[in-house]
């Protein structure tokens, strides 16, 4: 053999050799690459499974908080139409009582005295045990023009020289004395509050007060001024203040309900008359 063919030879075989390597290392390789695939398949699946589970858990956050908000505001507005009801029932209430019971628990008493001294008392009690019957005109709603010389009542001793006269109100002061006459006479009628009303205009009249408040406050009315005013007391503070009428002839300054209490300071001043059980002085 020659030489040539040696070295031709051990060519081949070492081309040979080396295809059989480069085969081997493929088929060790080839699992390695495969499982490695697999593994990264794997964690991106777990990560889009992630990322799903996360979107999820925003979505049920979202849901849970407009559900939240909307329980919320469903109670706003429940809560205000239940506000606009018991507003509503309180007027028809207030406009009921004028034909039911009284409404006040305590009446006006106490003013100044001769001396400028004023004493108030807060006289309470319970007003449903009181009847209708107390009231002479319980009623009455309207301006009566039976009785002289324009007055709503005649008495045993009216005064000749007194005249009703007019009042300019302000708006508060308007809206403040009809309040009051539905808490201290809002179960009285027309006359009634007509007496409370003339009382309140000759106490302001013969005073120095920079509001109603003021003089309220300071001559112990202690009725509630919560009360929607119904049109009796409207009709009644336009004819007393703005028409000046006046349901007696006669200055009236203080009042009390005798079927509460008995009042020494009260019957001490001179008086002019009663309507049911309440009763009117001057001094």
């Not at 706003?76 to 009284?102: G, N, W």
């Not at 007055?151 to 001793?157: Q, T």
């Not at 203080?254 to 008086?271: L, P, R």
Request: glycine letters at 6%.
């Amino acid at each position: 053999m020659s030489t040539e063919t040696i070295r031709f030879s051990r060519r081949i075989a070492i081309i040979g050799l080396c295809v059989a390597l480069l085969l081997t290392g493929t088929l060790i390789l080839a699992p390695v690459v495969g499982a490695a695939s697999d593994t990264n398949k794997t964690e991106t699946k777990t990560q889009d499974n992630n990322i799903v589970s996360a979107e999820d858990e925003l979505l049920t956050k979202r849901a849970i908080t407009i559900d939240e908000a909307k329980k919320e505001a469903q109670a706003v507005v429940s809560e205000q139409l239940a506000i606009v009801e018991a507003s509503k029932k309180s007027e028809t209430e207030a406009t009921e009582s004028e034909t039911t019971q009284p409404q006040s628990s305590s009446e006006t008493v106490a003013t100044a005295s001769a001396d400028n001294s004023s004493a108030s008392v807060d006289y309470s009690a319970d007003s449903s045990s009181t009847s209708d019957e107390d009231y002479d005109d319980y009623s009455e709603n309207t301006v009566s023009a039976s009785y002289s010389a324009g007055y709503l009542m005649d008495i045993d001793n009216p005064d000749p020289n007194y005249s009703g006269y007019s009042v300019s109100l302000s708006a508060s002061d308007r809206d403040q004395v009809e309040r009051m006459l539905m808490g201290e006479a809002g179960s009285m009628g027309y006359t009634g509050m007509a007496l409370v009303a003339q009382c309140i205009r000759d106490t302001y009249v013969n005073g120095s007060y920079s509001s109603m408040q003021q003089l309220f406050k300071q001559n112990g009315y202690y009725g509630s001024t919560s009360i929607t005013p119904s049109s009796t007391a409207k009709e009644v503070v336009n004819y007393i203040f703005d028409q000046g009428g006046s349901a007696v002839q006669h200055s009236i300054r203080v009042f009390y309900a005798s079927n509460y209490c008995t009042s020494a300071w009260h019957e001490a001043q001179d008086y002019v008359c009663s309507y049911g059980y309440v009763r009117f002085f001057d001094f």
